[in-house]
């Protein structure tokens, strides 16, 4: 899956991922997860994902985390991102950083789809968090399990009127 030269040093080691070799799942309907790099690979550096939305897919729900920066950069369609109380409209090739403690939800825009790099750096060791998602999806597991692991991987549900209002 992952190749270092020495895993027992990876900060001071290159780090590849072979993308049919990464590790793909569906954490909701119409999304895909492809893990890349997390902290334990990168001695906790950065943790790297791709998520890939169709047209509809709910995205994340509004949360925040107290220990990194959450970054997003579009590979290609169109995300709506809420930072803090507003919502950005990303296109292929913007970015955008959300540092921690602020509250943030994304999703595709309406009639669109959307392709992301998502990011956290210092790293969040989220690779298990993600595989709980799936484990929901599938129905192996519930959504209580994720309400319970929100100070393991430091995700915080939230509300925000903007996100829930917006068209």
Same mark, same amino acid.
């Given at each position: 899956?992952?190749?270092?030269?020495?895993?027992?040093?990876?900060?001071?080691?290159?780090?590849?991922?072979?993308?049919?070799?990464?590790?793909?799942?569906?954490?909701?309907?119409?999304?895909?997860?492809?893990?890349?790099?997390?902290?334990?690979?990168?001695?906790?550096?950065?943790?790297?994902?791709?998520?890939?939305?169709?047209?509809?897919?709910?995205?994340?729900?509004?949360?925040?985390?107290?220990?990194?920066?959450?970054?997003?950069?579009?590979?290609?369609?169109?995300?709506? @991102?809420?930072?803090?109380?507003?919502?950005?409209?990303?296109?292929?090739?913007?970015?955008?950083? @959300?540092?921690?403690?602020?509250?943030?939800?994304?999703?595709?825009?309406?009639?669109?789809?959307?392709?992301?790099?998502?990011?956290?750096?210092?790293?969040?060791?989220?690779?298990?968090?993600?595989?709980?998602?799936?484990?929901?999806?599938?129905?192996?597991?519930? @959504?209580?399990?994720?309400?319970?692991?929100?100070?393991?991987?430091?995700?915080?549900?939230?509300?925000?009127?903007?996100?829930?209002?917006?068209?």
């Amino acid at each position: 899956m992952n190749t270092t030269t020495n895993p027992a040093n990876p900060t001071h080691q290159p780090l590849l991922t072979r993308g049919g070799a990464a590790e793909a799942l569906s954490d909701a309907p119409g999304s895909l997860i492809t893990l890349f790099a997390d902290s334990d690979t990168t001695g906790g550096a950065l943790t790297v994902n791709t998520a890939r939305f169709k047209k509809g897919a709910a995205g994340a729900p509004v949360h925040f985390h107290t220990r990194a920066t959450e970054f997003f950069f579009v590979l290609d369609g169109t995300l709506q @991102v809420l930072a803090g109380e507003e919502i950005h409209l990303l296109r292929r090739g913007d970015f955008l950083a @959300v540092p921690p403690h602020t509250p943030h939800a994304f999703a595709p825009a309406p009639d669109a789809t959307a392709e992301v790099l998502v990011g956290f750096t210092p790293g969040m060791d989220r690779f298990d968090y993600y595989r709980l998602l799936g484990r929901v999806h599938a129905g192996e597991a519930t @959504v209580q399990d994720i309400k319970d692991s929100s100070e393991r991987y430091d995700n915080h549900y939230t509300r925000s009127n903007a996100w829930d209002e917006r068209a």
